[in-house]
């Protein structure tokens, strides 16, 4: 059996023997866009997170700490996500000088939710508030060996709705294993291992929901393509929300419908993305994915439309490093991606380029 082959078994007889059948534990805390979403273009339009690297990205540093190494440029990195309705998500980091065998970089995340209107409980208005979610992070990656790739970031952030406020503090772990060949790789990612403290005696207090993640990249010479192979919590077994399975009843006739969804399959697939990027010349991938999870959770009235997919593209254009992206979450509509590289000046004379 070929060693990467042999690594990824072994790895998903691993996690899968860590499953829990309760989707989220009373500890759990609500999640947030800020370190939940991906605001970075490529990751969305691949369905999620590229979780196997096959080589540095700097757009990855702050979702995948194993994605940092001496290959990635010194410039600053920039990822945008309008969201819905006034929701907007983002993230800069900069690698820094490695060391070594050592890579690191520090940067921030960030999500704001709009504006509200603040009224007393005799319905007097108290005038517009805001509310945020606010993140500084630092991670590092050693380059064990020219196959093995391991990074661990932490983060502190605050959790903020106007005079509500809680502090966040958590740490992301992930391992890369690339194959000889240098077409392939196998990934491991455990993000938000943390918890949140509430300051206002309002917001809840508990674990921050981790997400246990594998991943499998995998091109072929000569092949103007690259597959890319996600599973998501896999620290949960069942991902449904609660009722999906149940029977429904007709309310004219009070006739059972019994429910015919094949149970155990939904719930596999369900932690299932991936997608596909596409070598469209020198300086130019396109990029295909699709989230099941997300397909599924977002319908609406039994309407799926094309939730889940998800497309995009990254190039360079002069000196300027850019990608974008399209994410279909609802039928009702797509929320855009983009992402910037800002050279710094002492960086000035190096040419970024774009990576798979």
Not at 36 to 48: I, M, P, S, T
Not at 241 to 265: H, Q
Request: hydrophobic share 40%.
């Amino acid at each position: 059996m070929p060693p990467l082959l042999r690594c990824s078994c072994v790895a998903v007889l691993c996690v899968f023997g860590m499953l829990r059948t309760q989707a989220q534990t009373p500890g759990d805390v609500p999640v947030s866009l800020a370190w939940d979403v991906a605001a970075d273009a490529r990751n969305a339009a691949l369905g999620g997170l590229d979780v196997a690297p096959v080589q540095g990205d700097g757009w990855s540093m702050l979702l995948h700490p194993a994605a940092i190494d001496s290959t990635v440029e010194q410039h600053l990195y920039t990822s945008y996500l309008d969201y819905f309705a006034g929701m907007r998500t983002g993230a800069m980091a900069v690698p820094l000088a490695p060391s070594g065998r050592r890579a690191s970089m520090v940067g921030v995340r960030f999500a704001t939710y709009g504006e509200f209107e603040g009224v007393t409980a005799a319905g007097d208005p108290t005038g517009a508030f805001s509310g945020g979610d606010y993140a500084m992070q630092y991670g590092a990656s050693w380059t064990l060996d020219t196959l093995w790739v391991v990074g661990v970031s932490g983060f502190a952030g605050l959790r903020n709705l106007e005079q509500v406020n809680a502090g966040v503090l958590g740490l992301d772990f992930g391992v890369v294993r690339r194959s000889r060949s240098g077409y392939g790789a196998v990934g491991l990612l455990v993000s938000n291992l943390g918890f949140q403290e509430d300051f206002s005696g309002i917001m809840p207090n508990g674990r921050l929901p981790h997400n246990v993640q594998l991943g499998l990249t995998q091109s072929f010479p000569n092949a103007p393509f690259t597959f890319h192979l996600r599973l998501q919590r896999l620290e949960t077994w069942d991902l449904a929300p609660a009722g999906t399975y149940d029977d429904l009843y007709d309310p004219l006739t009070g006739t059972v419908i019994p429910n015919d969804t094949w149970v155990w399959g939904d719930q596999f697939f369900r932690h299932f993305s991936g997608g596909v990027t596409l070598n469209l010349g020198t300086h130019l991938r396109g990029y295909l994915g699709y989230n099941h999870q997300r397909q599924k959770t977002m319908a609406a009235a039994g309407r799926t439309g094309v939730n889940g997919l998800s497309l995009g593209l990254r190039g360079q254009f002069r000196s300027i490093n850019f990608s974008v992206a399209r994410s279909v979450y609802h039928f009702a509509g797509s929320s855009t991606h983009l992402g910037l590289v800002l050279r710094l000046p002492n960086q000035a004379r190096k040419t970024p380029h774009v990576k798979p």
